[in-house]
């Protein structure tokens, strides 16, 4: 599946939830978590087959705002045994969240073979920007050529 040129805003919730190959470009996700108590992120992964690709996107999910409940702008880790395998994020703007992107979990299995390259990112999150989980293995994420928005300086979580 392609999508392209979304306007994803005021949802009450999360605002992607797909488990199959896709392809997301040149689209805006926003204002999300209108609803009390919400946990919402931008994109959000239970399991699937992978091959999932976001490029040249604008995910703005900032913590703490008075509005909006929001978690994260990437949410990667099966909920269940299921793999996720070719997860890339390239070119995007991203800003927000508690985490800006979670990428696995300490309690299930850690996506493989993904790439978090040539973002842009905010300073809206509130504790970091990249929580990767406690049983993933280094090499399945390649950080590279990331840089802070605000300054155009390389972020410390780059890897290469």
């Known amino acids: 599946l392609i999508f392209r040129r979304l306007d994803i805003h005021e949802h009450h919730g999360d605002a992607l939830k ?3 190959p896709a392809l997301f470009e040149g689209s805006w996700i926003h204002q999300l978590g209108m609803a009390p108590g919400a946990h919402a992120d931008g994109y959000q992964t239970l399991g699937g087959p992978g091959s999932i690709l976001f490029r040249c996107n604008n995910f703005d999910v900032p913590a703490g705002d008075l509005v909006y409940e929001s ?4 949410s990667v880790g099966p909920l269940d045994s ?5 997860f890339d994020m390239i070119g995007n703007w991203i800003n927000g ?3 800006t992107i979670y990428y696995g979990g300490s309690s299930y299995p850690c996506p493989t073979h993904g ?3 040539n ?8 504790f970091d920007i990249l929580s990767e989980g406690s049983n993933c293995n280094p090499n399945d994420l390649w ?3 990331n840089v802070w928005d605000d300054t155009g300086q390389d972020m ?4 290469c």
């Open 115 to 117: 790439n978090l390259t």
């Open 143 to 145: 950080v590279c050529d």
């Open 97 to 99: 969240g508690t985490y």
């Open 156 to 159: 410390s979580i780059n890897e």
């Open 71 to 74: 978690n994260s702008a990437f």
């Open 119 to 126: 973002n842009r990112f905010g300073i809206d999150y509130l």
């Open 18 to 20: 797909i488990e199959i």
């Open 82 to 86: 299921t793999p996720i395998d070719n």
